[in-house]
């Protein structure tokens, strides 16, 4: 193996070590990387062995529930590692590279970089960055390279590196470190940027940018600016503070670093300019994409204007502790908030109809058995509001090979305003993951192409069996069946519908792309004079069932109108006595007979349908009547209705075929693009009606359950079933459920529903680790408030309650308490041991890229940020509360008292945690 490796040759993170080897592979991909040659792990350990024995005997004695322990055996370590002896040769070797690469005189960094004997063990591995640990010595000359070598290989035991290792469970000395040397960049403004947001999971760029070189930003010991770049976009948030201070080099010295003052327009003007920003977002992308998975990046800009990237390492996400909720689109279907039962059939719903459609589009049964749980999770229930579980689907559709082609259409479709990273890049793929990729998409493509040309076929199947299923369940009455047949009927339908339900989301996969295709088109400049031309062109796309509903509702006005008796019933009438002379007979047969019809065929649309404690028209005859007297009173007819909508699309169809003219090809596929969105957009909405019918009959099931439950005296009156589960309810009857009390679950569930509708929650959520231990309600736009509320940046998620405890200097401070909240300026990796021991972390300065940041992500600690002037705001041995998700910290005067209503709220005794 060999023991110098130069930046142009190819390197290995086993060799080398992930900062090394990602800067290695940047340069083949053309990045500005200074350039650098490494002392290899090879090197490192022939001279290791040296003091091996000494080092294990060291780490052997280390009590780790005592910091001084840690210390001293750090310093020991480190002692060790000055003793290690350099042959002449070995020195020799690194002069001659050194000169090779460096003018006289100039100065270079030293860095440090830790190589696991296992590989997820090593610096900037994809689960383990050990971020800020490793030592780097920075504008160091010729004369001092050989001690720097020697901190870098130390650094490898410092205190925060050992309490790390410890704590992960990772051997003590199962490592080496490669050093490299580097060319030293004098930067004059430096940033680390996340390719993804590590507190949401939001593909969306955050840039945290200083004065002078990145090791000041990166210490968090210059202020800071933040840019917030939309993945969506590409808009950008500025915060910017004044930077009165930036990190150099101390030249006065020869060496080293320090801060000097800044002032002026160069303190007060953000530290990037919106072109840098773009450029540097867009060189983020393509390391992102060169590496597989989102990236923490580090770079400089020297007075030239040229950037340089100093560093590139993925971002380390927890996935299995965290989960990404979105009610964007979903609140269409279930607005507010939803009752136990609509959710509960709404999941049972989701998992049914998907694991239909991912056997459609190809994917092996076996490969759909084993994301079962994602099936069964597609969607929450937060603070009593349905939510899209996004890493479910984000997982589920992943499976499909094709899924990265149609990504942004369907984020597009169900209203996110980012995409999101919810599981593993495929970090190191190489040209064979590629070649295999393609080949997925190959036989994805083959696979939808068959999908595509039958897609008429297959729905016109899918009416006519939906059709022959529903003549049987349409307006049947369930009261007095046997609630064990009610049951039985229910899973007999629903097994039909898991075998024929995909149809319709293969025809809501088409939609987006075709609605994208037809909006590129209509974006162009020839239709700019026309904003409204494709919406024009989509008009008289076939009948549509919604549309039809709403004629019909308009055709009974006009019986109405049309008749003197019945115009005078609707002045004389309320709409129940109407609908009563309905019932009775008592009104024109035409009438009754027209408003029967509608019932029995449309009866299932209404306000908010989808929610089973919602009626529908059906059960709510005289809001028919309402509707049919608002028509009745406007001078509307579907003829005019139908002439209108044949008269837009002809006048735009004229206005195409002028904007076309001379291009009868390009016509042609428009055209063609027009005719399939049209028929996708009939297909969805006929469909969608379909599934009200399918709700429909449910809610008969659970309409005639409830009856039952109310004979019985099982439940007191029939809207306490919505209060329930679909599990508990039939578990109840055919023998599963758990619970003979239901009446204390509905309760229970009254209360809870009650205390929800006063809740206020945020559109899009990322829970990290137990959801009810996180909070759900959206970031309030403040700093500080008359109600002892300050906001700072949320960085790591969680709620807790403990006192607060100030620490300026970490020296001082031997321990803290674990019913104690640090509250700090700033911290580094040195502060690692206060950290863990701590509910909770709060520091003035930082970014959601710091150290502090990452340190409480890993290790669950609810951590807020960037708080300013929080330590002398807050008083030392205050009760305070603290939520990590919405940078939210509130002085209190007591711990809340826990509420008796079922639980709404908890605090662990031990944590502090809020569930």
């Known amino acids: ?478 009261t007095g069946m046997d609630p064990l047949e009610v049951v039985g009927l229910f899973n007999n339908v629903w097994n039909e519908v898991r075998d024929n339900w995909g149809k319709t989301l293969i025809n809501d996969s088409f939609l987006p792309v075709f609605n994208g295709l037809a909006e590129t088109i209509f974006s162009r400049p020839e239709f700019s004079s026309y904003p409204g031309l494709l919406s024009d062109l989509l008009c008289g796309g076939g009948k549509l069932k919604s549309v039809e509903i709403m004629l019909s509702a308009v055709s009974l006005g006009e019986i109405v109108r049309n008749s003197k008796k019945l115009t005078a019933v609707f002045k004389q009438k309320s709409d129940i006595e109407i609908w009563n002379l309905v019932k009775e007979k008592k009104i024109d047969n035409q009438f009754r007979a027209a408003v029967l019809k509608h019932l029995a065929e449309n009866g299932d649309r209404g306000l908010q349908e989808l929610k089973l404690e919602q009626p529908n028209l059906r059960e709510t005859p005289d809001e028919l009547i309402s509707i049919i007297r608002r028509y009745a009173d406007r001078e509307i007819t579907v003829a005019a209705l139908r002439a209108h909508e044949k008269k837009v699309r002809q006048q735009a169809e004229i206005k195409l075929r002028k904007i076309m003219k001379g291009r009868p090809v390009t016509l042609l596929y428009y055209k063609y693009i027009l005719a399939k969105l049209r028929n996708y957009i009939r297909h969805r909405e006929n469909s969608r009606y379909c599934r009200s019918e399918l709700y429909g009959f449910s809610k008969n099931v659970f309409s005639a359950l409830a009856k039952y439950f109310v004979k019985e005296k099982i439940i007191r009156d029939r809207d306490d079933i919505f209060f329930l589960t679909m599990e508990e309810i039939f578990g109840y009857v055919d023998g599963t459920g758990v619970t003979e009390n239901l009446l204390y679950l509905v309760e229970l569930r009254r209360k809870e529903f009650a205390v929800n509708k006063e809740k206020n929650c945020a559109e899009q959520i990322t829970t990290i680790g137990p959801v009810r231990k996180n909070s759900y309600a959206p970031a309030p736009d403040c700093r500080k408030d008359q109600n002892n509320i300050l906001k700072g940046l949320s960085s790591a998620s969680g709620k807790v309650y403990g006192i607060a405890r100030i620490v300026l200097d970490p020296l001082k401070v031997k321990k803290i308490h674990e019913d104690e909240i640090l509250i700090a300026r700033e911290t580094d990796p040195g502060w690692l041991f206060l950290m863990m021991s701590s509910r909770g972390i709060i520091v003035e300065k930082g970014s959601s890229l710091s150290h502090t940041a990452i340190t409480g992500r890993k290790f669950n600690i609810p951590t807020i940020v960037a708080l300013k002037d929080v330590t002398r705001i807050v008083p030392d041995g205050a009760l305070i509360s603290m939520d990590g998700a919405t940078g939210i910290v509130e002085i209190i005067n007591e711990y809340p008292e826990l509420p008796t209503n079922g639980g709404q709220v908890s605090i662990n005794p031990e944590t502090g945690a809020v569930g």
């Open 1 to 478: 193996m060999k023991k110098i490796l130069q930046h142009n040759e190819r390197m290995s993170v086993a060799i080398v070590g992930g900062k090394f080897a990602n800067q290695q592979i940047m340069i083949r991909n053309r990045i500005n990387v200074p350039i650098f040659f490494v002392l290899t792990k090879s090197f490192y350990s022939d001279l290791y062995r040296q003091i091996a024995d000494s080092v294990a005997g060291i780490l052997a004695k280390i009590d780790f529930n005592d910091h001084d322990s840690i210390i001293h055996a750090s310093a020991s370590i480190k002692d060790l590692f000055f003793t290690i002896k350099f042959s002449r040769e070995r020195k020799k070797t690194i002069f001659e590279y050194y000169d090779r690469y460096f003018k006289p005189g100039e100065l270079v960094s030293v860095r440090a970089s830790t190589v696991g004997n296992i590989s997820d063990e090593s610096e900037d591995s994809v689960n383990n960055a050990f971020a800020g640990m490793s030592e780097t010595f920075l504008y160091t000359p010729r004369e001092k390279v050989i001690d720097a070598i020697y901190g870098c290989w130390a650094s490898g035991y410092s205190p925060e590196s050992l309490i790390y290792r410890h704590a992960q469970g990772f051997s003590l000395s199962g490592f080496s470190v490669a050093v490299g040397i580097q060319k030293m960049i004098f930067g004059e403004r430096s940033f680390v940027m996340f390719t993804c947001n590590p507190a949401t999971s939001a593909k969306d760029t955050i840039i945290a940018s200083g004065l002078g070189i990145g090791e000041g930003v990166v210490r968090e010991v210059v202020p800071i600016d933040h840019y917030f770049v939309s993945g969506q976009d590409g808009s950008i948030r500025h915060e910017v503070v004044c930077k009165d201070k930036k990190m150099s080099g101390d030249f006065a010295g020869g060496h080293g670093l320090k801060v000097v003052t800044v002032t002026g327009q160069e303190a007060a003007s953000a530290a990037l300019t919106d072109e840098q920003i773009r450029i540097i977002v867009k060189f983020g992308a393509k390391i992102e994409n060169m590496f597989g998975a989102p990236q923490d990046i580090e770079g400089t800009i020297t007075a030239d204007n040229e950037i340089h990237f100093l560093q590139s390492r993925p971002i380390v996400f927890d996935y299995g502790r965290r989960i990404v909720w979105s009610n964007s689109n979903i609140t269409e279907s279930f607005p507010g908030i939803s009752t136990p039962l609509t959710f509960s059939f709404a999941r049972y719903f989701y998992e049914v109809i998907f694991y239909d459609v991912y056997r459609l589009l190809g994917i092996s049964p076996s490969v759909v058995v084993n994301n079962s749980r994602h099936l069964a999770k597609m969607v929450g229930y937060l603070d009593g509001r349905i939510y899209y579980n996004l890493t479910a689907f984000y997982n589920l559709h992943s499976q499909t090979p094709l899924f990265p082609l149609l990504r942004a259409h369907w984020e597009k479709m169900i209203g996110l305003g980012s995409s999101y990273q919810t599981h593993d890049g495929i970090y190191g793929s190489g040209f064979v993951e590629k070649i295999r990729g393609v080949i997925k998409i190959a036989s994805g493509c083959r696979h939808i192409g068959g999908l595509y040309f039958r897609h008429d076929r297959n729905m016109t199947n899918f009416y006519k069996w939906w059709d022959r299923l529903n003549d049987d369940l349409r307006n049947r009455d369930l």
